[in-house]
């Protein structure tokens, strides 16, 4: 069914940027798709998502840090992470669902989503 590849990911020192990518195939028109992460000893959290009509959300942690985007041409979703702080090390995982409407509420509960990439790893050295 759905297949997702995530890639991007690295180290950086504190204060640099990433940017990630999540190749997709087999989804639907009507999806919410975003990017979440899990570091060693805390639970997975959303990061963002982002749904058909580009509504975004994000975590307060990450705001005005990270951008999500989509190319829906090449079925690709992009995370742009800059100012990046150790705290934002963790293994970051691309993620999609099926969602109807004509404006889907995207939310980023990692329970609501059942496709999922291996997950790209990112560090931040400080």
């Known amino acids: 069914q759905v297949q997702l590849v995530e890639s991007g990911g690295g180290a950086v020192q504190a204060g640099g940027s990433l940017r990630l990518s999540c190749a997709a195939s087999?989804?639907?028109?009507?999806?919410?798709i975003g990017w979440f992460r899990q570091a060693p000893g805390k639970e997975r959290e959303g990061v963002a998502t982002i749904n058909i009509n580009s509504k975004t959300r994000y975590a307060e942690s990450v705001k005005a840090r990270f951008t999500i985007s989509q190319d829906n041409a090449k079925r690709t979703l992009f995370l742009q992470m800059d100012s990046l702080k150790p705290e934002d090390t963790a293994m970051y995982y691309c993620a999609a669902v099926e969602a109807f409407g004509t404006a889907p509420y995207c939310g980023l509960d990692s329970g609501a989503y059942d496709n999922w990439g291996q997950g790209t790893q990112v560090t931040v050295s400080s």
């Open positions: 087999l989804i639907f028109s009507n999806y919410c």
